[in-house]
């Protein structure tokens, strides 16, 4: 009996390698899943370089970590893939200057269901799944986030109750609005394992 066919799928998502995070325009912005059995590998092609693809086989990927960040007004979802050799990939949902770009989230959900489940096929243990960020960076994120709140909104709370002129209270939602953002992605953040068979959707939204 023959094997099936690899089947391939390409995403136009942009991507950085090996922990790059400055850059004024990402070029890099095209990937590929094909499934092969064991054979099974995510291709990426890198632009202004050689033009050569560059792949990685399933059996090569290590950990997979999802994760969220902001530009400043919207949140942007990460997904990074750490290979066996120490090298990484870091596809994400935002455009060639790093921001949100809503028109590319259906592709980048697209994208991390099917990474998933094929490699919810590999053995146990064989790779890490984690959402979030580490527990010192959470524990960071948390302090500036009650930093931010005492400041931005228990600071003019008091000045209002002290001086009793309410139109300060105009301050205190201004400073919620800037802090709300702040507190979804530290929610997000929270540092967990996952099972494969069921990505967390919050970190695709």
């Not at 089947?7 to 990402?26: A, I, M, Q, V």
């Not at 990685?56 to 530009?71: F, K, N, P, Q, Y």
């Not at 931005?152 to 309410?166: H, K, M, Q, Y």
Request: proline content about 6%; charged content about 20%; hydrophobic content about 40%.
């Amino acid at each position: 009996m023959n094997a099936p066919a690899p089947t391939s799928k390409s995403y136009e998502l942009y991507f950085l390698l090996d922990g790059k995070t400055f850059f004024w325009r990402n070029p890099n912005h095209s990937l590929t899943l094909t499934d092969a059995g064991l054979a099974s590998s995510l291709t990426w092609y890198l632009e202004g370089d050689t033009g050569r693809p560059e792949s990685r086989l399933w059996t090569d990927i290590a950990e997979v970590g999802l994760m969220a960040a902001s530009d400043g007004s919207a949140i942007i979802n990460h997904c990074r893939i750490r290979f066996r050799d120490g090298r990484s990939i870091l596809i994400t949902d935002g455009g060639d200057d790093g921001r949100r770009d809503a028109s590319r989230a259906p592709a980048y959900r697209d994208f991390v269901r099917a990474l998933h489940a094929r490699l919810a096929a590999a053995p146990d243990g064989t790779i890490r799944f984690i959402a979030g960020t580490s527990e010192s960076r959470h524990t960071t994120m948390k302090v500036l986030l009650l930093i931010a709140t005492l400041f931005f909104i228990g600071l003019p709370l008091v000045l209002a109750l002290i001086i009793r002129d309410w139109r300060i209270l105009g301050t205190l939602v201004a400073g919620a609005c800037l802090v709300w953002p702040f507190w979804k992605i530290i929610e997000k953040n929270r540092p967990r394992s996952y099972d494969p068979h069921h990505p967390p959707y919050e970190m695709m939204e």
